[in-house]
Nanobody, 131 residues
Framework: EEQLAESGGGLVQAGGSLRLSCAASGFTFDDYDDYAIGWFRQAPGKEREGISCISRNGGDTNYADSVKGRFTISSDNAKNTVYLQMNNLKPEDTAVYYC?????????????????????WGQGTQVTVSS
């Protein structure tokens, strides 16, 4: 059974950093030519937002403007783990952060931040940034 498990969330002061991890288990990653692994977040009362993604095979990345320059996505395919390094955190980054996996049909620029691409989702990890 395919599963995703996020970790690394917590409470941090504005300007601080956190590193989130997304560990994938039960995936073979051989049904499609490439896969997208994405990070999404949902703040209270707001819609879920795609913030970053990485392709499993090519290592391409994409970021939402709201996190560009502050967040960095990376992957360790040997460990089936994707990371999200979050620096210079702001109170508006407070949200539940989810990772997701889905087949990449076109490109990360075109579809990587669109949640309809993703078939598998983790349970989420809470990030709270205090001012």
């Amino acid at each position: 059974e395919e599963q995703l498990a996020e970790s690394g969330g917590g409470l941090v002061q504005a300007g601080g950093s956190l590193r989130l991890s997304c560990a994938a288990s039960g995936f073979t990653f051989d049904d499609y030519d490439d896969y997208a692994i994405g990070w999404f977040r949902q703040a209270p009362g707001k819609e879920r937002e795609g913030i970053s993604c990485i392709s499993r095979n090519g290592g391409d990345t994409n970021y939402a403007d709201s996190v560009k320059g502050r967040f960095t996505i990376s992957s360790d395919n040997a460990k089936n783990t994707v990371y999200l390094q979050m620096n210079n955190l702001k109170p508006e980054d407070t949200a539940v952060y989810y990772c997701a996996v889905g087949p990449l049909d076109y490109s990360l620029d075109y579809e990587g931040l669109d949640e309809v691409v993703y078939d598998y989702w983790g349970q989420g990890t809470q990030v709270t940034v205090s001012s």
